[in-house]
């Protein structure tokens, strides 16, 4: 696909140097990391860190379990960043990792901007993920005024998405009143397609509303190529990124596209073995059909037509998967305590 289609750039979705090693062999340009993605990394390659979080315990005596773990996700976004190091080109952004902030700050832009513009300064091509909550959409405005690429991340609708590149180009517009260059700041949304249409056919479940299970598989994708469209009439620097896969349908669909998508290993394995045809899909719509079926539910309403920026915070697929991220945090500490107890 790379090869065919350079413009639809793919980054790996985990900070595992095995997992991102294979991705740049077959072309991924960058990799993103979350508190779920770290937890999973620690606990399927341990071994590979034992030595050094119990080092790091045993150097650190007075430290938190919290201020351990935080240097331990810091460490493997290093890692992964100098990586991707020799293929990093700031004009295109092409090299880069993605270091999520706190989930507990999602309410506070302050201390998201506080955070992210500490990240920044840990590799020359750090990327910064924020979810896109209410306070999310002000700290993307000032964390790109103040020089931060980001990753605008629990979002799964166009409507945050719209949100997401207003707010950035907010940004770029008061460096560029102040005469700062905007050249080096490659700005990203992602869209979480697999996980609006998981929450739609929950909705549809509990409410009984009927629609046709063929949309469902739509909905994340129309979201994407609206939101894409925008972008691009509008002129928007911010560059959308799929996330969340389900099905091979949220790769195909988005190929040809002048985008990036963030694709798991669990993915890429079956997707390089596949026979699927590499064409260009992104500028075919989604079937009208599948968005009137779709548009039944109250919530893809709010994720493709119209949605205020004071719902985001309580928008369904943005409370489950703050609580995802929250609980994988809390995990991940977990594993950090077994360290500490045993010293």
Do not use: H
């Amino acid at each position: 696909m790379t090869q065919k289609f350079p413009m639809t750039k793919y980054w790996n979705d985990s900070c595992s140097i095995k997992e991102l090693t294979y991705a740049i062999e077959r072309g991924a340009v960058g990799a993103t990391t979350n508190p779920v993605i770290v937890k999973g990394v620690l606990e399927k390659e341990l071994d590979s860190y034992r030595d050094y979080i119990a080092q790091l315990v045993k150097d650190n005596p007075t430290k938190s379990e919290d201020e351990i773990a935080w240097i331990v996700i810091e460490k493997m976004a290093i890692d992964g960043a100098k990586l991707l190091e020799p293929m990093f080109d700031p004009k295109t952004g092409t090299g880069r990792l993605s270091i999520q902030t706190n989930t507990k700050y999602f309410n506070n832009a302050e201390k998201l901007v506080e955070q992210a513009v500490y990240f920044n300064t840990l590799a020359p091509n750090m990327q910064v993920k924020a979810p896109t909550t209410a306070a999310g959409i002000k700290a993307f405005e000032e964390m790109t005024y103040q020089g931060v690429s980001i990753n605008a991340t629990v979002s799964f609708s166009a409507t945050q998405a719209i949100a997401v590149g207003e707010a950035v180009e907010r940004g770029l517009a008061r460096r560029e009143a102040e005469g700062l260059d905007n050249s080096e700041i490659n700005p990203v949304c992602t869209i979480m397609v697999g996980r609006l249409d998981d929450w739609l056919r929950e909705v549809a479940d509990k409410k009984d509303i009927c629609v046709d299970p063929c949309a469902f598989f739509y909905a994340g994708i129309a979201c994407v190529k609206k939101a894409y469209k925008v972008y691009n009439e509008r002129g928007y620097k911010t560059k959308m990124l799929s996330a969340a896969y389900r099905t091979p349908l949220q790769w195909l669909e988005f190929i040809g596209g002048d985008m990036l998508m963030t694709i798991p290993y669990k993915n890429q394995v079956p997707f390089n073995g596949s026979d699927f045809e590499i064409e260009a899909r992104m500028d075919k719509e989604v079937d009208p059909y599948y968005i009137k079926e779709l548009r039944k539910l109250p919530d893809f309403i709010k994720a493709y037509d119209e949605m205020s920026v004071e719902d985001f915070d309580t928008f369904g697929p943005v409370v489950k998967t703050l609580t995802q991220f929250a609980g994988g945090y809390d995990d991940l500490v977990k594993i950090i305590r077994a360290f500490m107890i045993k010293y």
